[in-house]
Every structure is written in C-alpha cells, then in structure tokens.
C-alpha cells in the first residue's frame, strides 16, 4: 500500500489495485468516523455493515463521489430517492403500467423489489456496454426483504452480473449498505470504522459485531457532547 502520497490523493490505482482516502474526521467534527481512512476497494460484492448510525451511507457515497472524480462512470440505486413516486415514474415513462401499479399497490418489501427491477435493466447494460475495464455499483436504502428475495437478487442478479462482467474481462466491484443479516451472509463485508473485511460464520456472531459497533458509535456521540 502506498504511504507517501496518500494525503494528497484521495483515489490511487497500484498493482492493480484500488485504494480511495478518506478523512478520518469526515465531519470535521471533534470525533472520527474512521479508524484508518484508507481502504483498498476488493472486486465482487461487498457488504458495508454496522448499526445504524456507523457510517455505512456516508462511506458509500464517499466511495461513490471520488470514484466519479477520477473519471469513471458508475451506476446506483438508493431506495429513499430513486424509489417512491420517482420509480413509478420511470415505470410510466417506459410504458410499464404493470410495473408502476404494484408499487403502488405493494408492501414496502414489494415495492423495493419492484424498484430493484428497474435497475436490473440499467446494470446489464451498464456493465455490458460501458467501456471501462473497472465497473463500479452502489447500492443503499433495501431493508426490508425477505430472506427468499434478498437471496435470489444476489444469486440470479448480483453473481450473473460478476459472471458477465469477469467474460467481458472487466473488474465489477458492487458496494451495497444494508442491515439484513441475510445480505452479510456468506458475503465479504467491511467493517466501515476499522475497515477491515470481516465475513460471518453465522447469525450470532453478526449480532455480536453490531452491538459492539453500536456502541463505538454511542462512544463517538459522548466524545461530541464533551
């Protein structure tokens, strides 16, 4: 890992390789967000885990903003701004009236998956007809599936999308913050504050790591308040 220029640069491609820099105080607040705020980007699907409140979002629009920065073009999906009327809008213009009426008229467990389907279209094309070795999928806003969807998205969308990119000799790397267990489960995960990557050997052991991360961010608010 480079050292040197690492305060100067926030995104730096070596031995093939991806390592983006983050401010450890990214608020410029009193307390740190991060522990080490360099990371090296792994290919395939990463999982940002932790409690609510850790920093799993701002990591991933972090990543995604200086990622665009340096050039790239990237896909993305948060279901608080691209779902709701905006996805039952998108279904309309493309004359889907199927499509906008179950999200109108399903659970939110439904409506997210219906909002999923209309990225679906967009992350094919984008990793088949974009023309850049490096491929990059940010995803945020999903709780709330069921165990049966949460696998089959990653089985029959996010492993064939790997599958066709790595044919296309092209590196996808599909970042997606969430708190469903089953998303974590058997996936690589990091660990946004100590950034490390961290798999799970089962559901214990993941609830044992978001009650300890809860409380470095409950250490972090009392620091704030001194």
Not at 5 to 10: A, C, N, R
Not at 68 to 78: E, Q
């Amino acid at each position: 890992m480079y050292k040197k220029d690492i305060k100067e640069l926030e995104l730096k491609e070596q031995d093939g390789s991806i390592y983006i820099r983050l401010p450890e105080n990214y608020y410029e607040d009193e307390w740190k967000l991060y522990k080490n705020g360099i990371f090296e980007l792994k290919e395939g699907l990463t999982i940002l885990v932790g409690c609510n409140g850790y920093g799993k979002t701002t990591t991933l629009y972090a990543f995604k903003n200086i990622i665009k920065k340096a050039g790239y073009k990237t896909i993305s999906f948060d279901n608080y701004h691209d779902g709701g009327n905006r996805s039952i809008g998108d279904a309309l213009f493309n004359n889907d009236i199927s499509l906008a009426a179950n999200i109108m008229a399903g659970s939110e467990g439904e409506g997210i998956l219906s909002n999923l389907s209309i990225i679906a279209v967009k992350f094919g094309t984008y990793v088949r007809n974009t023309d850049q070795d490096k491929l990059f999928v940010f995803i945020d806003g999903i709780d709330g599936l069921s165990i049966n969807i949460i696998n089959n998205l990653k089985k029959d969308l996010f492993n064939l999308a790997l599958k066709d990119a790595k044919k296309l000799n092209k590196k996808l790397y599909i970042f997606i913050s969430a708190n469903d267990y089953e998303f974590a489960n058997g996936e690589q995960c990091l660990d946004v504050y100590n950034n490390e990557y961290i798999t799970f050997k089962d559901y214990e052991e993941y609830k044992k790591f978001i009650l300890k991360t809860d409380k470095i961010k409950l250490k972090r608010y009392k620091e704030e308040d001194k």
